[in-house]
Every structure is written in C-alpha cells, then in structure tokens.
C-alpha cells in the first residue's frame, strides 16, 4: 500500500474518537509547541505558524470536537510560551486579536478538513456498493449464461441433424463467459493483453503451436467481449481447417500500438493445408467484422494461411518496460468450426 492510498483509507475511515482521539489531540498540541520552542531562539513574530498543520491533521483524522480542542489549547499554548511578556494568558490587545484570528484561520481549516473527510467516506462508501452490485450483476450473469447454455443442450440433444450447430452455438456461449469472467476481473474498467488472448485461445493450444507477441495494455470495455469471440471464431476455424489442424502448423498473434491510441492485432497463421475461403458467410462470419470495439476486421484468405488484422482505438499501454512473447499453456484441443 502507497502513502496515498494509506491515506485515502485513513480519511475514509471514521473519525478518531474517545481515548484515541484524546491522545492525538494531546500529540498533536505537544508535537508543535516543542517544534516552537525549538526554532524560538531563531524566529520572532511567527507565533501559531508551527500549530497550523497539525490543526489541518486533526480536521482530516479527528472528531470535529477534539479538532477545536487542539486549535483552542493551541491558541493558549503559543500566547503563554511564546508571546512577550511570556508566560501570561493574553497580555495585551493586539496579542488577543492575535490569537482571535489564529482561532478564526483554525476554524476555517478545521471546516475544510471535516468537509473533505466526509467527502471522502462518502466516495469510497459509493465505490463500496458499486462493487457489490457489479459482483452480484456478474453472478447473475454467469447464472443466465449457464441456464441458456442448459436450455440450448436440452432442446436440440434429440435432434442429429443440429449436433454441428449446437457444438458451435456452445463454443461461442463458452467464449462470452470467459469475457464476463475477464469483465468480472477488470472491475468493468476494460481488460489486459495477453491475459485475455491467454484465456481465449488456451483451450485450442493443445500442440503448443500458438504464439503472443506485443506489449502488455489495456483495451477498453466495449473492446473485450467482441475481440474474445473474434480470437475464439479464428482458432476454431484454424483448429478445424487451418494452421492447427495439423501438427506443424503454427500461428502467432501479434499487436502494436499505432497513431492516437490505437492498437492492431494480426492473426498470421502458418504451415496448415491450403486455404479455401469460404463460399458463405455464417455467424462466425458476422463475428469477425466491424463493430462497437472493433474497428475495423481485414481477413485475407492466402494460400499458406489465413490472416487476419483488427484495429481497436482508446488503447493504454501497461508500462512494464518491454514487450512480451509468450506461448499459450497446452490445454485440450476444441474441433468447432467457423461458418
């Protein structure tokens, strides 16, 4: 934890009170009037300068009460000790109106700091119950998904003829899970590469033959969900007809950042049977095309293998320094096709 959020939690928390705060307070008297005492020999004329920002700590970490305490017993600390004559409460007018606006000024500060305090709590009460509800909303949703998912299974397990449909329609409803799931992980702010190609591409990694390469950033929410179907549609197309679909085949997905925030992937696939495009355009099609996330998706379908590149705007790089490779871990193969 940095200073800052230490602090952050600190004002969020609820204000000192009792024998804890009476103990600060009394701190909070003693720390300056020792500091003043210290440096008296050296200054002249600066009474209350050194009880100010300890008056500001107890407005921030104090009940409003113990705050005016330490500002009052202030005020009669640095007139008795260290206005002339010494060692009198109040000598003399102008050392009252001295004092008049030290505690005027003191106030003033102790109403700010309560205020920011409160200001504070309050944000990080509403960062509380955004959380809560994003997490129940992210359990119902994974709930919905698998009772659609239960529905799908149910309604065409006695229909043969829908086996290849239903094994697609599965693939695609378990791609948007891992993107809730990913959602879910980000706190709804966005999403990481290489995590999220990790996740959607590990299942179809079974030879090893799937390669990342590109600097760690943060990709936009309204970019997640259709680049981890975009992913799922290419690596089921080349588990079935492509550059996975054998043993020597390879593909690597790369990203770089261009102009303006934006960022573009490349699909490159390698050392698979020829390519045949396809003769008509299906869901996965539909997929694999422009969309809110997604601005623009290019597939050229070359005889050593297809490519594809997508670009994406309102991009932010994870600074770590260099770029990363990795390879995808091994997981069991899937065999759905992209139509």
């Not at 899970?177 to 190609?197: I, T």
Request: hydrophobic content about 45%; proline content about 6%.
């Amino acid at each position: 934890m940095t200073r800052l959020d230490f602090i952050k939690t600190r004002l969020a928390a609820p204000p000192h009170r009792g024998p804890a705060a009476a103990a600060y307070a009394v701190l909070w008297v003693a720390a300056p009037t020792a500091l003043r005492a210290a440096i008296d020999p050296l200054v002249s004329g600066t009474t209350f300068s050194a009880y100010y920002p300890f008056v500001l700590l107890a407005s921030l970490f104090l009940d409003w009460r113990f705050a005016a305490a330490v500002a009052v017993v202030s005020a009669m600390a640095g007139n008795f000790l260290f206005v002339e004559p010494r060692f009198t409460l109040l000598p003399s007018t102008g050392e009252r109106f001295g004092a008049f606006l030290f505690m005027v000024s003191a106030m003033l500060v102790i109403a700010v700091g309560n205020a920011l305090r409160r200001t504070v709590h309050e944000l990080h009460n509403a960062r509380e119950r955004e959380a809560h509800l994003n997490r129940e909303l992210q359990h119902r949703v994974k709930n919905t998904l698998a009772v659609v998912q239960g529905l799908v299974t149910q309604t065409f397990r006695d229909t043969p003829e829908a086996k290849g449909s239903l094994t697609k329609l599965q693939g695609r409803l378990k791609a948007l899970a891992k993107a809730n799931d990913l959602l879910r992980d980000g706190e709804w702010d966005g999403c990481l590469l290489p995590d999220l190609a990790v996740r959607a591409l590990d299942p179809f990694n079974g030879n090893g033959g799937i390669s990342l390469v590109g600097p760690e950033c943060c990709l936009p929410q309204e970019s997640c969900v259709p680049l981890v179907l975009a992913l799922h549609e290419l690596a089921t197309n080349a588990v079935k007809h492509g550059a996975l679909s054998n043993e020597r085949g390879t593909v690597e997905l790369s990203w770089k950042p261009c102009s303006r925030g934006g960022l573009i992937l490349t699909w490159i696939e390698k050392g698979g049977p020829a390519v045949v495009p396809p003769t008509h355009r299906g869901l996965g099609s539909k997929l694999l095309r422009p969309q809110l996330g997604l601005q623009s998706v290019a597939l050229d379908f070359m005889t050593e293998g297809l490519n594809a590149i997508m670009t994406m705007s309102d991009v932010s790089l994870v600074d770590t320094g260099s770029s990363n490779r990795n390879s995808v871990s091994p997981a069991a193969m899937h065999s759905t096709a992209i139509t």
